[in-house]
């Protein structure tokens, strides 16, 4: 996670997560975990300098919905790959 501050005051604050997938791999007989892919997710936040902490609350709130499994719009566009959302 990460903010950085424009010479404009804009507030820009990033998460980025890497989410490697495990699968039991067999070699010689020994058994090992090993990573077979990873996945990668990045979510930007670009907020203004004069934002209160009320509006970047909402934000974090909408990205919220957005993946809540009972809102099944934005998950299924990014679980399921479906569609244009």
């Not at 005051?9 to 077979?36: F, I, S, W, Y």
């Not at 670009?46 to 990205?63: K, M, V």
Request: hydrophobic share 35%.
């Amino acid at each position: 996670m990460s903010q950085t501050r424009s010479t404009n005051g804009r507030v820009r604050v990033t998460v980025k997560l890497a989410l490697p997938v495990l699968e039991d791999m067999t070699v010689n007989g020994v058994v090992r975990k090993t990573v077979t892919r990873t996945n990668y997710v990045d979510c930007v936040f670009n907020f203004d300098a004069t934002s209160t902490t009320r509006e970047r609350d909402d934000t974090a709130g909408f990205l919220w919905n957005l993946l809540h499994p009972e809102l099944p719009e934005g998950r299924d566009y990014i679980v399921g790959l479906e569609g244009n959302f």
